[in-house]
């Protein structure tokens, strides 16, 4: 009933679509969700997620995770990332995939909402260290489309890996077009 529910203000009141589909077996990846460029990209999150029925997760400081607020970023596939013990992020985030039966890790390369020339990489080294693959997701305001593309497993050639990655987003248009990142 809920991801009916979901489907019909996504799709009928809001006039999005989804553009593909996520395998159900695939229980952990990183998706790299762009453009990035404002905070709707959020609740178009919080959409897909319903209408998939599927487990989606992002990280954040441990301290967003205590009481009160810790219990709702936990229901929203919120994970405390704990970097006590000199462990860095990528290697922080590879533990917790190990943790994990389900583990989707929902990540934004741009790493704000700004406009950028290059993007980050973390997500990128998560997937290599975790072994698991990257799954391109685009928010093309301009469609109205969430696109979700075919999952990649990191060969360790980051810069033949991104260009292959790149190609999913070419022609996607931000909700703030000129604060995207450029893809061609």
Excluded at 105 to 122: H, N
């Amino acid at each position: 009933m809920k991801k009916q529910l979901y489907r019909w203000i996504f799709s009928r009141l809001m006039g999005w679509k989804v553009v593909g589909s996520i395998d159900p077996n695939i229980t952990k990846c990183v998706m790299m969700i762009m453009p990035h460029t404002s905070a709707h990209d959020f609740y178009l999150g919080v959409f897909i997620r319903a209408i998939t029925g599927l487990q989606m997760n992002w990280v954040g400081k441990q301290e967003l995770f205590r009481f009160p607020l810790g219990f709702y970023f936990r229901y929203m596939g919120g994970e405390p990332l704990d970097r006590t013990g000199g462990l860095n992020k990528v290697d922080s985030i590879a533990a917790i995939f190990q943790r994990k039966k389900v583990f989707r890790l929902a990540v934004a390369p741009e790493g704000t909402r700004k406009k950028i020339s290059k993007l980050k990489t973390g997500f990128y080294y998560i997937a290599l260290k975790a072994k698991v693959p990257v799954i391109p997701i685009a928010f093309d305001f301009g469609k109205k489309e969430i696109n979700l593309g075919n999952p990649i497993f990191p060969s360790g050639d980051i810069e033949a890996d991104i260009t292959v990655l790149k190609k999913h987003f070419i022609g996607v248009k931000g909700k703030i077009p000129e604060q995207g990142y450029s893809f061609e």
